[in-house]
C-alpha cells in the first residue's frame, strides 16, 4: 500500500481559522521556514486580519505586528499572548525598534515585509529590516511579490 503525501497535508488549513491573504504555496512555504527556525522573535510588518500572524505566533516564542490598524491589538490582542501590537506606519515605527532590539542585542530570526505595497514603502521596509544586527540567522520574507510596486521596492 502506497501513501501519497498532498499539499492538503501539509498546510494546516484545518487548524487556522482567521483569513489568508497568501496562496496555498505561499502557506506551505511560510509554515515550514517557521517550523524550521522556531525563531525566539518574530516580525510581522502588515498584519491585516492575522492570517500569517496565527502561524508566525504558533511557531514564535514572541512576535512583534506592525500594522495600521490601532484595534488589532483589540481584536486579536486576546487571541495571541505572545504578540506585541505596534500601531502606525513601519517606516515611523520601526526604527526606534530596530535601535532598541540593536542596543539589547536581540534580534528577530523571522521577518515578514507584507505592509505598504508601494514600491517606497517596501524599500524602506527592507531597508529598516536589515539595519537589524542579527544574533543568529535571520530570515526575511517578502509576500505580493507580482505587484508591479511591491516587485520594483524589493
Known amino acids: 500500500m502506497t ?8 498546510i494546516g488549513d484545518n487548524k487556522y481559522d ?11 512555504a511560510m509554515e515550514q521556514v517557521l517550523r524550521a527556525l ?3 522573535l518574530s516580525i510581522e510588518i ?6 500569517s500572524l496565527q502561524v ?3 511557531y514564535s516564542e514572541n512576535v512583534m505586528s506592525f500594522d495600521l490598524d490601532a484595534e488589532l491589538r483589540n481584536t486579536l490582542g486576546q487571541r495571541f499572548a505572545n504578540v506585541e501590537f505596534v500601531s502606525g506606519y513601519s517606516q515611523q515605527t520601526l526604527p526606534a525598534v530596530v535601535e532598541r532590539l540593536n542596543e539589547t ?4 530570526e523571522f521577518v515578514l515585509i507584507d505592509g505598504d505595497h508601494s514600491e517606497s514603502g517596501v524599500r524602506e521596509d527592507v531597508d529598516l529590516s536589515l539595519k537589524f544586527r542579527p544574533q543568529l540567522p535571520m530570515v526575511i520574507l517578502m509576500d505580493v ?10
Open 18 to 28: 482567521l483569513q489568508w491573504q497568501m496562496t496555498r504555496c505561499e502557506r506551505l
Open 105 to 108: 542585542k536581540l534580534s528577530p
Open 145 to 154: 511579490c507580482f505587484y508591479p510596486g511591491c516587485l520594483w521596492g524589493m
Open 46 to 51: 502588515g498584519t491585516h486580519r492575522g492570517g
Open 3 to 10: 501513501s501519497s503525501l498532498k499539499i492538503d497535508d501539509l
Open 38 to 40: 522556531t525563531p525566539s
Open 56 to 58: 508566525i505566533a504558533e
